[in-house]
């Protein structure tokens, strides 16, 4: 069974552009969650699509927004990118009543903002 | 809000040898279940083990287990008999209603052959 992919694994943008980071869950999983992991920052909770919806947002400013397609992939979009946006976005996924399973995650894309 | 916190920014251990992470959280809930999950330089989150708040026996996974205290709300990792294999990055994790997983800052741990 193929894991939780994550695309791209390495991306460079220049200070003020738009950067497009894509996810596609592990079959079967209905629900995406993304997660920013700053240097020295920990983990960060960003985004829970569910069913295509936006189900709960973490505290990041709406130039972070998202959406999840009929086949549950994900996108993450970052509008307007700072320095600050530098960090490895991780992606999660989960099917139903996740909590007693925790989620699986992807390895991540690194964006590097410049 | 619900925070977790891990006091314990890097340790190191022999190999074969044993030890304890520590993991503290607040939460004003019964009901909850809390994880320890391992990230190798490899970047990928991946589940060590899970305890179910409403269960009082401790959670052990081969050389994994762990101690919860649940009035004290600690749930600390001990890992036994370490393998270099083990040296990553642990974080402590916790969930209740919205399946929404809140983190501690992790703890860098060593393995030393």
């Known amino acids: 069974e193929a894991g939780v992919t994550q695309s791209p694994t390495h991306l460079i943008k220049t200070r003020g552009q738009q950067a497009t980071l894509r996810c596609s869950p592990i079959?079967?999983?209905?629900?995406v969650y993304w997660y920013q992991q700053a240097l020295g920052l920990g983990l960060q909770f960003l985004l829970w699509?569910?069913?295509?919806?936006?189900?709960n947002r973490g505290n990041f400013p709406p130039r972070f927004s998202g959406r999840q397609f009929p086949n549950y992939s994900s996108e993450l979009n970052v509008n307007a990118l700072e320095l600050e946006d530098s960090a490895l976005y991780l992606c999660?996924?989960?099917?139903?009543?996740?909590?007693?399973?925790?989620?699986?995650f992807g390895s991540g894309t690194r964006l590097t903002v410049v | 809000a619900q925070t977790v916190t891990q006091s314990q920014p890097e340790m190191s251990v022999q190999e074969a040898e044993t030890v304890t992470l520590s993991c503290t959280y607040d939460t004003s809930e019964s009901d909850y279940y809390l994880f320890w999950y391992k990230q190798p330089p490899s970047r990928q989150m991946i589940l060590v083990i899970r305890?179910?708040?409403?269960?009082?026996q401790n959670a052990t996974e081969n050389r994994f287990s762990v101690n919860f205290q649940k009035a004290a709300k600690s749930f600390s990792l001990k890992i036994s008999d370490s393998q270099l294999g083990d040296a990553a990055m642990y974080f402590c994790?916790?969930?209740?209603?919205?399946?929404?997983?809140?983190f501690g800052g992790g703890t860098r741990l060593m393995v030393k052959p």
């Open positions: 999660a996924s989960s099917w139903g009543e996740t909590r007693a399973d925790g989620y699986t």
């Open positions: 699509y569910d069913e295509g919806e936006e189900r």
């Open positions: 994790a916790y969930t209740n209603a919205g399946n929404m997983l809140t």
């Open positions: 079959s079967g999983h209905t629900s």
């Open positions: 305890q179910e708040a409403y269960k009082q």
